[in-house]
């Protein structure tokens, strides 16, 4: 039961405690200050992502016949940049405070904000920003390659991705040439994108560096529609195994003149932060644009020749396209539980416990004996240890009381913990539980004895 005393800001700022406290995520270059929308994975926050994101690959590249995978470069070659209207088109509504120079995107304000500068005014005066008229701020970060390259040449500019999208368009064709496939299939990448947003905020939600998780699932142009149904569906699905409450999770039909252009149809996945609903993933339908853009720009054919109508023609496409560091944040706040333990008359007991889905816990499984100063027992959760081990992350922790440790556990959603105790070793009265150990159980607590033998058979199946 969650402890309903903490505000939403406080809730929010209980997790970002957290975080930094066990190590899932830190500001990066902290003890200089920080990089304003940089964020640094932890030794927890590490293994959760890779885990959200080999779930992800698993379950859109590895169990499907018709998407391949591909991991692009970063660096972009400006020619792509253009032909996607990106280089010309990229860009946020920018406005300024003249007083105190603060920047606002100017889409994202509702009302005039309180200038930094004028703070200290006298009550009654106007205190509120002086704003520029909006211009556009293009949000690629743009650099310069090679040993030569001089700041005039303009051959020498690249970008950093914003997106990984159009790593895949570009090679759409190398994939298909390479690949027998045909329509419609996807391509699906996982990488880093890279936006110069105006006001990174709420935590690692909006970023400058972050990862996308994308596919481009090319079609028949009568196919797309459909299509893109088909993948709100699956995605909303994906999210519910990942363990979101679909009570959260908001689909958002975006209507005519708000979606891009090129797109007959766009659906945002949102979901209930603790500071808002915000979105997490687009499904976008972008009929032929991309391809059509690069087939005119590069003057290389981006066609498909269909072997059984004998038709060639530009395929259309649909985008599922998520946040990776969103998604995680989202499973970092939904996880979180303060639980009330409080007995009748005792101390305030609140349990802290993250309740990730097994396949996503950043840690399966710790290791624990019972007493630290009994070399047998710490010998044989040893050999437990090595044996898990090739097959999930362990942690081994022999330090403290046992409940401690179940308790350190629970704060970073460790589903199980293995004890090894004087029964694992034979030495109860009748030693019947020889070679077991105790399993408890994260969100349970509850506790039962399975064989070493038949551990691991009996871990497999519950973390994936
Ligand atoms: P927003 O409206 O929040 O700026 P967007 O609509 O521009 O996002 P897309 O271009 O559709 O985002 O990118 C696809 C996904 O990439 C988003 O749904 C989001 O999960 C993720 N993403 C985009 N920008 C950022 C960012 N600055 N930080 C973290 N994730 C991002």
Redesign the pocket.
Known sequence: MANKEHTDTERMEAIVSLCKRKGFIFQSAEIYGGLN?CWDYGPLGADLKRNLKDYWWRKNVQERDDILGMDGSILTHQAVLTASGHVGGFS?PMVDCRVCKKRYRADTIEETPICEAKAQLPKGEDKSCELTEPKDFNLMFQTKMGASADDNDPNAVAYLR??TAQTIFVQFKNVLDSNRIKLPFGIAQIGK?F?N?IT?RNF?????E???M?IEYFCRPEDGLRLTDEWLEKRLAFYDEIGLDKNKLHVLDIPDGERAHYSEKTY??EYDFPFGQ?????V?YRGAYDLTKHHEASGKTQEYFDEQTKEKFIPHVVEP???????VLALICEAYDEEDLTKEGGKKDIRTVMRFKPAIAPIKVAVLPLLKNKPELVAKAKEVKNLLQPYMTVYYDETAAIGRRYRRQDEVGTPFCVAIDFETLGEEADGELKDTVTIRHRDSMEQERVKIDDLLGWLLPRIH
């Open positions: 929308g946020d914003p997106e994108a936006r947003e990174p690692t939600f909006r970023s400058r972050f990862e996308q994308e945002d996945i915000q979105e997490l993933e687009g976008a396209s998520a946040g990776c560091d969103r998604t």
